[in-house]
């Protein structure tokens, strides 16, 4: 059976550092893209990052751009986001997911294996 498993979240304050983990098995992921995407309170889930099935394509949301950054390691079968300069802003729940193609994508209709989330909070 397919697995995503997210951890890393956690409580930190503004201008601090989280990295996000999402391990997969069950089977490997290697043909396909991955994403992260995040859910605040109250809000629809909106996109964040996601990396092509080679990793060397990367695309981000405007407002996490130049603060995370998306990688996959092959060999573990497992994609991180590094999250710097965190903002109370980016408070939510985290999921990665496996795309249905090998592309880099940001809708989540694009998506077909999903996490339980993580959560991350920043505090002011």
């Known amino acids: 059976q397919v697995q995503l498993v997210e951890s890393g979240g956690g409580l930190v304050q503004a201008g601090g550092s989280l990295r996000l983990s999402c391990a997969a098995s069950?089977?490997?992921?290697?043909?396909?893209?991955r994403g992260w995407f995040r859910q605040a309170p109250g809000k629809e889930r909106e996109f964040v990052a996601a990396?092509?099935?080679?990793?060397?394509?990367?695309i981000y949301a405007d407002s996490v751009k130049g603060r995370f950054t998306i990688s996959r390691d092959a060999a573990k079968n497992t994609m991180y986001l590094q999250m710097n300069s965190l903002k109370p802003e980016d408070t939510a729940v985290y999921y990665c997911?496996?795309?249905?193609?090998?592309?880099?994508?940001?809708?989540?209709?694009?998506?077909?294996?999903w996490g339980q989330g993580t959560q991350v909070t920043v505090s002011s």
């Open positions: 069950g089977r490997t992921f290697s043909d396909y893209g």
């Open positions: 997911a496996v795309s249905m193609a090998g592309v880099p994508a940001k809708f989540s209709w694009s998506y077909r294996n």
């Open positions: 990396i092509s099935s080679s990793g060397a394509t990367t």
